[in-house]
């Protein structure tokens, strides 16, 4: 048993020495929510969502803008008329214009593309604010797993030293063999603890990484933030103007005006459409391209004419377009009253978690402060003879648990408190 603990030990020693290199680099929570927001790759599809959004605008507003057109064609000729060969040349240059006056369908589709982006880039926002709340939570993990690591090789350095005493009890025969063998098996069990934590630790380290969208075998090292700047508990809300106020929540409202306005572009598709075209075309009978430009206003053509075309029958088409836009639109209402339904539960169920957070933080404390004291009288007991070493090791396992606690408690309510925030669209 003894080679056994002795290897647990070692191990552990390799382990504590290695938890942070000298190459780590040490990062407070701002530092990390700039990180994330510059390399975070959610938030990097998010944005180039927007910029696709902005080319739908673009290519709505194509529909309604002039278009302009111009060309060239060069002709070489040869009729052959009763055995005499006739050869020909010339060129023919042409510019034409076409617009648009009316037609309802791209104006309302550009109406719909204008809120499309608009939903877009509040949703941009709302995935700015996760992100950051996913590094907060991140940040925070890290800390309670490097805490909880901390508290518990303390465990590891105590159990060490009352194994020494024991030992030396043990050689004074004021101690049992019981006693010592007890005392063993506790710091195997501590330093198998060390070891969980550790790994705990380092896996929360890869968590914050992937989070900040960087590499994750990337060292870290977070810093505790100072108590003045932790996070805010928001007691006093008003929660219909909070699911208002939610940038998700006015997504969905600007995608719901969207599908009306998808909607009467599919109408529109009953509705006359009414356009406008002009040309200028003008030839000369060699290749050079300057004659074109000799005499513009000898030997052309021109043309200007207005359309007006009412669509009579288009095989359904747009009764089509116009029940799967219906349908889209009902769509959109469920999911933004189902969006507010899940809004609502969102903040409710992160209030009662900072709340349930901040309690849990005073009773650990209370806890913590019991633990100790009952430590400190186990000890004395045990070295007056007057306890035997179960009871000490349970009150040093009460204490080790009761220093876990707070910490676990500490860190969950500022996640809690984080969580409300962004449920609050704060």
């Given at each position: 048993?003894?080679?056994?603990?002795?290897?647990?030990?070692?191990?552990?020693?390799?382990?504590?020495?290695?938890?942070l290199?000298?190459?780590?680099?040490?990062?407070?929570?701002?530092?990390?929510?700039?990180?994330?927001?510059?390399?975070?790759?959610?938030?990097?599809?998010?944005?180039?969502?927007?910029?696709?959004?902005?080319?739908?605008?673009?290519?709505?507003?194509?529909?309604?803008?002039?278009?302009?057109?111009?060309?060239?064609?060069?002709?070489?000729?040869l009729?052959?008329?009763?055995?005499?060969?006739?050869?020909?040349?010339?060129?023919?240059?042409?510019?034409?214009?076409?617009q648009?006056?009316?037609?309802?369908?791209?104006f309302?589709?550009?109406?719909?593309?204008?809120?499309?982006?608009?939903?877009?880039?509040?949703?941009?926002?709302?995935?700015?604010?996760?992100?950051?709340?996913?590094?907060?939570?991140?940040?925070?993990?890290?800390?309670?797993?490097?805490?909880?690591?901390?508290?518990?090789?303390?465990?590891?350095?105590?159990?060490?030293?009352?194994?020494?005493?024991?030992?030396?009890?043990?050689?004074?025969?004021?101690?049992?063999?019981?006693?010592?063998?007890?005392?063993?098996?506790?710091?195997?069990?501590?330093?198998?603890?060390?070891?969980?934590?550790?790994?705990?630790?380092?896996?929360?380290?890869?968590?914050?990484?992937?989070?900040?969208?960087?590499?994750?075998?990337?060292?870290?090292?977070?810093?505790?933030?100072?108590?003045?700047?932790?996070?805010?508990?928001?007691?006093?809300?008003?929660?219909?103007?909070?699911?208002?106020?939610?940038?998700?929540?006015?997504?969905?409202?600007?995608?719901?005006?969207?599908?009306?306005?998808?909607?009467?572009?599919?109408?529109?598709?009953?509705?006359?459409?009414?356009?406008?075209?002009?040309?200028?075309?003008?030839?000369?009978?060699?290749?050079?391209?300057?004659?074109?430009?000799?005499?513009?206003?000898?030997?052309?053509?021109?043309?200007?004419?207005?359309?007006?075309s009412?669509?009579?029958?288009?095989?359904?088409?747009?009764?089509?377009?116009?029940?799967?836009?219906?349908?889209?639109?009902?769509?959109?209402?469920?999911?933004?009253r189902n969006?507010?339904?899940?809004?609502?539960?969102?903040?409710?169920?992160?209030?009662?978690?900072?709340?349930?957070?901040?309690?849990?933080?005073?009773?650990?404390?209370?806890?913590?402060?019991?633990?100790?004291?009952?430590?400190?009288?186990?000890?004395?007991?045990?070295?007056?003879?007057?306890?035997?070493?179960?009871e000490?090791?349970?009150?040093?396992?009460?204490?080790s648990?009761?220093?876990?606690?707070?910490?676990?408690?500490?860190?969950?309510?500022?996640?809690?408190?984080?969580?409300?925030?962004?449920?609050?669209?704060?």
């Amino acid at each position: 048993m003894g080679a056994a603990l002795a290897c647990v030990a070692l191990v552990c020693t390799v382990l504590t020495v290695s938890v942070l290199p000298a190459r780590a680099r040490v990062y407070t929570l701002e530092e990390c929510i700039d990180v994330a927001l510059t390399e975070n790759t959610t938030l990097a599809r998010a944005r180039e969502d927007l910029r696709g959004a902005d080319a739908d605008v673009m290519s709505g507003w194509s529909g309604v803008l002039p278009h302009v057109s111009a060309g060239a064609i060069a002709s070489d000729n040869l009729a052959v008329i009763d055995g005499v060969d006739i050869k020909s040349e010339g060129l023919t240059g042409s510019i034409g214009l076409s617009q648009t006056l009316f037609d309802g369908s791209t104006f309302a589709r550009i109406a719909g593309a204008h809120r499309g982006r608009t939903a877009t880039k509040l949703s941009l926002e709302f995935t700015r604010r996760e992100i950051v709340f996913e590094t907060k939570r991140a940040y925070y993990s890290l800390l309670r797993a490097v805490q909880l690591r901390d508290v518990q090789e303390e465990a590891v350095d105590l159990v060490r030293e009352q194994l020494r005493k024991t030992r030396s009890l043990f050689d004074l025969g004021s101690a049992s063999k019981s006693d010592l063998l007890k005392a063993q098996v506790q710091i195997g069990e501590a330093e198998l603890a060390f070891i969980a934590t550790d790994k705990a630790a380092e896996i929360a380290r890869a968590g914050l990484a992937l989070s900040l969208g960087i590499d994750v075998t990337t060292e870290i090292e977070a810093v505790d933030p100072p108590e003045d700047s932790l996070e805010e508990e928001v007691t006093d809300f008003d929660i219909e103007a909070a699911i208002s106020s939610r940038p998700d929540i006015k997504s969905w409202e600007e995608l719901l005006v969207a599908a009306r306005r998808s909607l009467l572009a599919s109408q529109a598709g009953w509705w006359p459409e009414l356009n406008l075209s002009m040309s200028y075309s003008r030839g000369v009978g060699s290749h050079w391209l300057g004659d074109l430009f000799e005499d513009p206003r000898q030997n052309y053509t021109r043309s200007t004419s207005v359309s007006l075309s009412l669509p009579i029958f288009n095989g359904l088409a747009t009764k089509a377009s116009v029940d799967g836009s219906r349908s889209s639109l009902r769509s959109y209402e469920i999911s933004l009253r189902n969006a507010r339904l899940l809004a609502a539960y969102e903040i409710e169920s992160a209030r009662l978690s900072a709340e349930e957070g901040r309690r849990s933080v005073e009773v650990a404390g209370q806890s913590v402060l019991q633990a100790e004291e009952d430590l400190r009288v186990s000890e004395e007991r045990f070295r007056l003879r007057a306890a035997s070493m179960l009871e000490l090791i349970d009150a040093r396992v009460a204490y080790s648990r009761a220093r876990a606690g707070l910490v676990d408690a500490r860190f969950n309510y500022e996640i809690a408190k984080a969580e409300l925030k962004l449920a609050l669209g704060l």
